[in-house]
């Protein structure tokens, strides 16, 4: 049974940073795309960023371009979300996800297989 555990969240003014991270376990992290994305309350879960499977290719949303960067260590199972420059408007749960298909990265959530339980990031001064 593959499970996705997040950690890594919390509060930090803006212009802070976080460093979000996501471990697999029950199957190799290189097996899978590996996406973030976020949610706050009343809104739709949204796109964050996604690296492939070897870590060769990674898509961002537009609004984290430049400022947040995913990457992976498939030795140690794990994906990272380096946040920085946050912004009040950041401020959301984050989620790992996996998909199993590899193909072309997906960048909403309907493909993705596998999804953590989520870590809260806030931006707030």
């Known amino acids: 049974q593959v499970r996705l555990v997040e950690s890594g969240g919390g509060l930090v003014e803006p212009g802070g940073s976080l460093r979000l991270s996501c471990i697999v376990s029950?199957?190799?992290?290189?097996?899978?795309?590996m996406a973030w994305f976020r949610q706050s309350p009343g809104e739709e879960r949204g796109f964050v960023a996604a690296t492939s499977y070897s870590g060769e290719s990674a898509s961002y949303d537009g609004s984290v371009k430049g400022r947040f960067t995913i990457f992976r260590d498939n030795t140690k199972n794990t994906v990272y979300l380096q946040m920085d420059w946050l912004k009040p408007e950041d401020t959301a749960v984050y989620y790992c996800?996996?998909?199993?298909?590899?193909?072309?990265?997906?960048?909403?959530?309907?493909?993705?297989?596998?999804w953590g339980q989520g870590t809260q990031v806030t931006v707030s001064s």
């Open positions: 029950g199957s190799a992290s290189a097996a899978f795309h």
């Open positions: 996800a996996a998909d199993e298909f590899l193909g072309a990265i997906a960048t909403t959530p309907g493909p993705y297989d596998h």
